[in-house]
């Protein structure tokens, strides 16, 4: 593992211990808009797909996700709060599943999709609204944490994250790909 994706999947484990854990119950169901990739390279390489860029300038990462994405979670356990001091540009999610810590969703404005595609070599890429995605799920302690970066621009991208003890990779993916949708539509268009 590499010292940068070491240090991202730290940087989620810190924040997902700091206020919860993630846990989905049924089975994945098949998201409109979502088009998997037949195969990812072994060295990812090209541009990723960018069906309409976005910009991240002055946009409030607390702003990406509301209450009524994260419904279908848990309503809010406590207030959204900026986390720049795990992972810049961040906001943390906390939600009430009806357990002690709640479920943690974290959502950044991020680098460039390459440079995650490159560090995280073991992802693979879907296509999510036209846009590049790279998933990757791994276990970190006693979670399986999963994050998903989109790409917005050339040079930026969107990552949100969720962990779960005992959690199922496409259970938490499919999870995940209404909040990465909403995240986009409301990043300005470039």
Known sequence: MTSSRTALLMALALLFSAGCSYSINGDALPQAGVTPETTAPAEPTGAPKIAKARTVVGVEPCSLLTAADLKPIGPYKKDPARKDDVIQESCQYVLDDGSQPGRTVVV???????????????GREV????????????????????????????????????AQAGGVPEQMLAEMQPLLKAALNRLPVA
């Open 108 to 122: 950044a404005l991020y680098q460039k999709y390459e440079q995650v595609r490159t560090r995280q070599s073991k």
């Open 127 to 162: 296509v999510v609204e036209g846009h590049s995605t790279w998933t990757l799920c791994e276990l970190s302690g006693g979670e399986m944490a999963c994050t998903a970066t989109l790409a917005v621009n050339a040079n930026r991208s969107v990552l949100v994250a969720m």
